[in-house]
């Protein structure tokens, strides 16, 4: 194949501006799939926590098939991206493969935080972009305001002439058309694919050169073991060629190429090479980690390691102590935990994995939330037990001076709400920074704020603005120590004895905050119930029975006041704990408890706490 009919590009964009969306409409439009054939929507969504959530994960590979107006036949290979910036760690290295990308903007939300940080990424690696505006069906699209936000975006970010003249689509993905020009019908994604065949150079790279393949990521295959997916940079790569694996640490280990796959529409196609430019999937190769590369046996030429931007929160995993350990998990031990975590780290470069000085707790490093929110929910689905405590940001000492990481977040609400957010993200040493408003009745604001004050507000946000808010933040350096922020203004409402909960007790309880336990519900001493209205824990008897005489009967019991419990999904938990609590995630439930399970130990425990923060 020569370099000229290959294309690599990747789709890049802010959560939920219609990536794979649009890489559906890509597919079927190039002849991918039959007529007839049955295929999911977002077919390129492959986990089910994708599916579920609405969202991109993990980047994943395809390939399609295009013929030009000149009779040119074009491989382009699509990598999908994910949106939200806790994954930023898997665009950085999917750019790595690329020779230009596709940037997708909202018409009428316009560039997001993610959108800076992805085209920032993209620029700084000098690739050329076509910019695909989507949704131009929306009531609220703006289409020409929004191309004027891009170019402002594109002259911040330093971009060079060449990349300021980037071809402009206007798109509806989810149809499956676009236009050129505003003023003409929409029609087929022609025009996508010959922006990207005209803007986008085809690879460059010495196939007789040799052997130098950069390894971005690495696939479980229950066959053929670990298959490496990479770009060949130079030389061509052989099925059954002798090669040498080249580490992080500068290690060299031979090894011989089993197999050899390139894309072609959602399938691996085998190969017996692949010459420079090309996407390959190579295998065996076992103990090539990402990042690494694989070079010629007889003239190794080791690529310079990928490297991402460090991450920003910390978030301990332990194994489950609990009185219930052990009862749904088939992996409770702290040797599963620990392997499992160190696998997670090798095919992760965004997440560092660290162990303590107790053989049963580890520190995990990410960039958000939401990052490890997933890896914590993807060990539950694997059927291991544990338990993890509050996201901590990681500070660092500048010039003497402690600093803490910030955040750049971007707040799009009705007019109506602006005063509570303002005051809200106040309170958490929260600064307004810009405010626009765009007449529709919505206004979008700007916030510099500490990471930490991030921490626990979405679900306290989406209450305020009675869930039309939209919220989206972004890391923006570090910055001295901001203060003191308090992260939430209730207590929790704790068991003090174990049981089951009785409808006698919970009607009780319920005037004294919000429950999360129902009747019948199993619990444990040291287990949270509830969320208590004042800002105190309060230890309570959820497990109390009505006594009975011979003038009372528990049928006379009216039990229909007693409220639904407020059931936290994995996010909302870790956004609700203080330090003094953990989460016990399980196959079958998610659970909140004390750290201390013991009331004294509690007591011995916040005392300490308190004589720490007076000295």
Same mark, same amino acid.
């Given at each position: 194949?020569?370099?000229?009919?290959?294309?690599?590009?990747?789709?890049?964009?802010?959560?939920?501006?219609?990536?794979?969306?649009?890489?559906?409409?890509?597919?079927?439009?190039?002849?991918?799939?039959?007529?007839?054939?049955?295929?999911?929507?977002?077919?390129?969504?492959?986990? =089910?926590?994708?599916?579920?959530?609405?969202?991109?994960?993990?980047?994943?590979?395809?390939?399609?098939?295009?013929?030009?107006?000149?009779?040119?036949?074009?491989?382009?290979?699509? %990598?999908?991206?994910?949106?939200?910036?806790?994954?930023?760690?898997?665009?950085?290295?999917?750019?790595?493969?690329?020779?230009?990308?596709?940037? #997708?903007?909202?018409?009428?939300?316009?560039?997001?935080?993610?959108?800076?940080?992805?085209?920032?990424?993209?620029?700084?690696?000098?690739?050329?972009?076509?910019?695909?505006?989507?949704?131009?069906?929306?009531?609220?699209?703006?289409?020409? =305001?929004?191309?004027?936000?891009?170019?402002?975006?594109?002259?911040?970010?330093?971009?060079?002439?060449?990349? !300021?003249?980037?071809?402009?689509?206007?798109?509806?993905?989810?149809?499956?058309?676009?236009?050129?020009?505003?003023?003409?019908?929409?029609?087929?994604?022609?025009?996508?694919?010959?922006?990207?065949?005209?803007?986008?150079?085809?690879?460059?790279?010495?196939?007789? /050169?040799?052997?130098?393949?950069?390894?971005?990521?690495?696939?479980?295959? &229950?066959?053929?073991?670990?298959?490496?997916?990479?770009?060949?940079?130079?030389?061509?790569?052989?099925?059954?060629?002798?090669? #040498?694996?080249?580490?992080?640490?500068?290690?060299?280990?031979?090894?011989?190429?089993?197999?050899?796959?390139?894309?072609?529409?959602?399938?691996?196609?085998?190969?017996?090479?692949?010459?420079?430019?090309?996407?390959?999937?190579?295998?065996?190769?076992?103990?090539?980690?990402?990042?690494?590369?694989?070079?010629?046996?007889?003239?190794?030429?080791?690529?310079?390691?990928?490297? %991402?931007?460090?991450?920003?929160?910390?978030?301990?995993?332990?194994?489950?102590?609990?009185?219930?350990?052990?009862?749904?998990?088939?992996?409770?031990?702290?040797?599963?935990?620990?392997?499992?975590?160190?696998?997670?780290?090798? &095919?992760? @470069?965004?997440?560092?994995?660290?162990?303590?000085?107790?053989?049963?707790?580890? #520190?995990?490093?990410?960039?958000?939330?939401?990052? @490890?929110?997933?890896?914590?929910?993807?060990?539950?689905?694997?059927?291991?037990?544990?338990?993890?405590?509050?996201?901590?940001?990681?500070?660092?000492?500048?010039?003497?001076?402690?600093?803490?990481? *910030?955040?750049?977040?971007?707040?799009?609400?009705?007019?109506?709400?602006?005063?509570?957010?303002?005051?809200?993200?106040?309170?958490?040493?929260?600064?307004?920074?810009?405010?626009?408003?765009?007449?529709?009745?919505?206004?979008?604001?700007?916030?510099?704020?500490?990471?930490?004050?991030?921490? /626990?507000?979405?679900?306290?946000?989406?209450?305020?603005?009675?869930?039309?808010?939209?919220?989206?933040?972004?890391?923006?350096?570090?910055?001295?120590?901001?203060?003191?922020?308090?992260?939430?203004?209730?207590?929790?409402?704790?068991?003090?004895?174990?049981?089951?909960?009785?409808?006698?007790?919970?009607?009780?309880?319920?005037?004294?905050?919000?429950? *999360?336990?129902?009747?019948?519900?199993?619990?444990?001493?040291?287990?949270?119930?509830?969320?208590?209205?004042?800002?105190?824990?309060?230890?309570?008897?959820?497990?109390?029975?009505?006594?009975?005489?011979?003038?009372?009967? &528990?049928?006379?019991?009216?039990?229909?006041?007693?409220?639904?419990?407020?059931?936290?999904?994995?996010?909302?938990?870790?956004?609700?704990?203080?330090?003094?609590?953990? !989460?016990?995630?399980?196959?079958?439930?998610?659970?909140?408890?004390?750290?201390?399970?013991?009331?004294?130990?509690?007591?011995?425990?916040?005392?300490?706490?308190?004589?720490? &923060?007076?000295?």
């Amino acid at each position: 194949m020569q370099q000229d009919q290959l294309r690599n590009v990747a789709i890049i964009a802010h959560v939920d501006h219609g990536k794979t969306t649009l890489v559906d409409s890509l597919l079927w439009q190039s002849g991918t799939f039959r007529d007839n054939q049955e295929v999911a929507e977002r077919v390129m969504d492959s986990m =089910d926590l994708e599916r579920e959530k609405g969202i991109t994960i993990m980047a994943k590979n395809t390939a399609v098939r295009y013929r030009t107006a000149d009779g040119q036949d074009v491989k382009i290979n699509i %990598v999908d991206t994910p949106g939200h910036a806790d994954f930023g760690g898997e665009v950085e290295r999917t750019l790595r493969m690329v020779d230009g990308v596709l940037l #997708l903007v909202d018409a009428a939300e316009g560039p997001l935080p993610q959108t800076r940080f992805v085209l920032s990424k993209a620029l700084a690696l000098g690739l050329p972009t076509v910019v695909v505006i989507n949704k131009i069906d929306r009531q609220d699209a703006r289409p020409e =305001d929004v191309l004027n936000e891009v170019y402002d975006l594109f002259i911040d970010l330093d971009a060079d002439e060449h990349q !300021i003249e980037f071809a402009v689509i206007y798109a509806v993905a989810r149809d499956g058309q676009c236009t050129t020009d505003l003023d003409q019908p929409l029609g087929d994604l022609k025009p996508i694919f010959d922006a990207i065949v005209e803007t986008i150079p085809g690879p460059t790279g010495d196939r007789e /050169g040799p052997l130098q393949v950069l390894v971005t990521d690495v696939k479980p295959d &229950a066959y053929l073991g670990p298959i490496a997916i990479g770009r060949v940079i130079n030389g061509t790569l052989k099925e059954k060629q002798r090669v #040498l694996l080249c580490g992080r640490d500068g290690a060299q280990k031979p090894a011989q190429v089993a197999a050899l796959f390139v894309n072609e529409g959602l399938d691996r196609a085998p190969v017996t090479e692949a010459g420079a430019g090309e996407i390959v999937h190579v295998a065996g190769v076992q103990g090539i980690g990402l990042g690494e590369s694989i070079a010629d046996a007889e003239d190794p030429q080791p690529l310079p390691t990928l490297h %991402v931007d460090e991450p920003t929160l910390s978030m301990e995993f332990r194994i489950n102590d609990s009185p219930f350990a052990g009862r749904e998990g088939k992996f409770v031990t702290s040797r599963n935990l620990r392997d499992r975590l160190l696998r997670e780290g090798e &095919a992760n @470069l965004s997440l560092r994995i660290e162990e303590t000085d107790s053989a049963d707790r580890f #520190l995990v490093f990410g960039r958000g939330e939401l990052q @490890l929110a997933i890896l914590i929910e993807q060990m539950r689905r694997e059927s291991y037990e544990f338990a993890v405590g509050m996201p901590q940001v990681i500070t660092k000492e500048v010039n003497g001076k402690l600093h803490e990481p *910030f955040e750049s977040a971007t707040i799009d609400v009705a007019e109506d709400y602006m005063g509570v957010v303002i005051e809200k993200l106040g309170m958490r040493k929260g600064q307004l920074a810009q405010m626009t408003n765009h007449g529709s009745g919505r206004v979008r604001m700007t916030f510099e704020i500490p990471a930490r004050g991030l921490i /626990g507000y979405r679900t306290e946000f989406l209450t305020d603005t009675k869930g039309t808010g939209l919220l989206t933040h972004l890391f923006d350096g570090y910055r001295p120590w901001a203060g003191p922020i308090t992260h939430r203004a209730s207590g929790a409402l704790v068991a003090d004895r174990p049981g089951k909960a009785t409808p006698y007790a919970i009607v009780s309880l319920q005037e004294r905050g919000q429950l *999360f336990v129902a009747p019948t519900e199993e619990v444990y001493g040291g287990m949270i119930i509830g969320e208590n209205a004042r800002d105190e824990d309060l230890e309570a008897n959820i497990t109390k029975e009505k006594k009975l005489t011979n003038h009372r009967a &528990a049928s006379a019991d009216n039990f229909e006041k007693i409220d639904p419990p407020r059931r936290l999904s994995l996010e909302e938990a870790i956004e609700f704990i203080r330090e003094d609590e953990l !989460i016990e995630a399980t196959p079958g439930a998610i659970r909140l408890r004390k750290r201390h399970l013991d009331p004294h130990e509690r007591k011995r425990a916040t005392n300490a706490r308190k004589a720490d &923060a007076l000295t």
